[in-house]
DNA sequence: CTGAAAGCGCTTACAG
DNA sequence: CTGAAAGCGCTTACAG
């Protein structure tokens, strides 16, 4: 059925040997005999059982993606540009997701180990991956982290330049003459603490006092979209507009704002003119609501291609036996000022 | 480093084979062996490599789904339902994006092929899929096709209930007082060509004539969302409100209506009161528009699911040397009516 | 019920 | 520059 290499090896009157050094160009060849066995090749019509060598290299060319939340199209996003990037080097992702539950992210984890994964991309559901350096142990493999910042287990890392996102928003809100400013974070971790700093730093700056009441986190549960919307995220914008006297929301993520403005509209506030509305993440819906709302675009194919980029060069590492430090990349952020905040 | 098979089956004073066969339960052993072998497992935390695996049995445990538009979120749900029906059998898909394009899908389904994919799932770009009788011709691996009907190759065939889902929607819009209802199609294929089959049947036994003005196809680009609306739908939209008293429109997909939305908005066409409006595809953003759009839900992730399944089953009957004639099977689709349509 | 052995299709020191 | 040969870690007839 298949042709092998040994048949091409026979064709070619050559040795198995020779015609696997002229495949991979992994030695000199005559030119004469690089002739006879890509002849012999196109002749049966040869291709390589990538079964065969990655079992004899001892890699699966498979990188495992696992992503805290895959219904969030954030990370599907980083995924699109993660493909594109690996797909350069011959690698393919796998994605996985964790459901923000970090029992299944270790649970995957372990799976995609015993499925042979070369390297792993993480978005971590929680900050606490030490369980990482228990499982990678026996059995080394590079890690990069995108996203979220982890702890208790160093690697690379790519994240937004989160607190200069929150500033850059809050300041936007500042300059349009508002002082009662809230911010809401879809949950308590690394990234949403990073915005509400560039937030607080925006306030201190302008001169505004901070109001502890003014700073709420979600609980970043992994909900279908439709039952985000009742979520706490909406309660806290409820409390926020009916008991403060708040001129403006500046919201932590894109799954946040289904939350947020779901409440806005059933309780019929007017945006801007009761409430100037930002949020993180730009998204194609955000221009089909009214008003249209403003949003921190983060760039999330770029971080996947970065995250793509990184874990590469450390799988080139390994094999060159070269070692380096752990590294940090920021991702920018831009502003797109829309009716929502004007 | 890590156990192999061998040093298990040294400690455990059995053979290579009797190891093999306790592992995958594919002879009877004696349980004073059984249990020998498993102890040796476990002291020496073995994990049995699936890359020799594999490559002995021939088979990568990889199935490849080739989406026609990766952008489009309905295809990205369609894969969570697949990855989680897959991974019960053991089998994790490879998602990989065609980007409407037609020799992109061919070389996706080429390179899937010399990786060693095991199946193909495929939401085909155009209808005719000829090509794949030569490519899989040499070596013959299980296609299930979705959402999208292909020519030219005979396989399991994953559809919504496309006539009777644009049926239901014009109903709806008929029993609202609608007589000059228009219809446009993300793009001229099988999919769309139902949905406005649908439509016709809802206007004829209505007694309301079909009008041929009032029936448009887009070109079904991938364009990133914020092009899509300024495309060819876009375009149709504007001149089916500006130039032909229709007062209620029907959009045959998701992303045709990221283009139709942005124009009505843009032109301050009010709905519903000027034009009502329904869609295919229901999205959780549909919700946070003004007003909320109507939708026929589809359910990308029970077809996701179902698609597994019978993959499944082909990579069995391949197996069992059973044949079957390919299958077709139809997913049920829902009304969901919101402001934009009353 | 158990084991010895062949072999899947490659890559890679090693020898010449 | 080329080839003979070992071997990666499994599974699977086959023999007993």
């Known amino acids: 059925m298949k042709a092998t290499i040994k048949e091409v090896a026979r064709l070619a009157n050559v040795s198995v040997a020779t015609v696997s050094n002229v495949l991979n160009q992994t030695k000199r060849v005559s030119p004469e005999t690089v002739k006879r066995v890509e002849d012999a ?90 369980y990482l350096k228990l499982m ?53 971790d690394s990234t949403m603490v990073e915005r509400a700093a560039g937030y607080k730093r925006a306030l201190v700056e302008s001169g505004i006092p901070v109001n502890a009441n003014y ?59 009761d409430l100037a509305f930002i949020t993180f993440d730009d998204s194609f819906w955000l221009t089909l609501t009214t008003p249209a709302i403003s949003a921190i675009a983060q760039q999330p194919e770029k971080i996947g291609d970065l995250a793509g980029k990184m874990v590469y060069q450390r799988l080139c590492d390994v094999k060159n036996k070269v070692n380096r430090e752990p590294q940090l990349v920021r991702i920018d952020t831009m502003l797109v000022a829309r009716t929502s905040s004007m």
Not at 139 to 164: A, C, H, I, T
């Open 41 to 130: 090749v196109k002749k049966l019509n040869y291709q390589i059982n990538p079964l065969a060598r990655n079992f004899r290299k001892g890699e699966s060319k498979l990188i495992g993606f696992v992503v805290c939340d895959l219904s969030n199209y954030f990370f599907q996003d980083i995924a699109l540009g993660l493909e594109k990037r690996l797909s350069r080097y011959g690698y393919r992702p796998i994605l996985i997701d964790s459901k923000e539950n970090k029992l299944t992210e270790i649970e995957n984890v372990r799976n995609l180990l015993a499925g042979s994964i070369d390297a792993f991309i993480i978005a971590p559901t929680t900050e606490d991956c030490s």
């Open 215 to 273: 700073i709420r986190y979600g609980e970043g549960l992994s909900l279908p979209h439709k039952e985000l919307r009742y979520g706490s995220i909406y309660q806290h914008t409820l409390d926020l507009v009916t008991n403060y006297p708040v001129t403006a929301l500046f919201v932590g993520n894109n799954m946040a704002t289904i939350g947020a403005y779901s409440c806005l509209k059933e309780h019929k506030i007017r945006v801007p003119e």
């Open 136 to 188: 990678l142990e026996q059995n080394p493999v590079p890690v990069v982290f995108v996203d979220r910042k982890p702890v208790g287990y160093e690697s690379d890392l790519v994240l937004s330049s989160n607190e200069q996102g929150g500033y850059d928003a809050v300041m936007h809100l500042i300059s349009r003459g508002h002082k009662d400013i809230a911010f809401i974070g879809s949950r308590f």
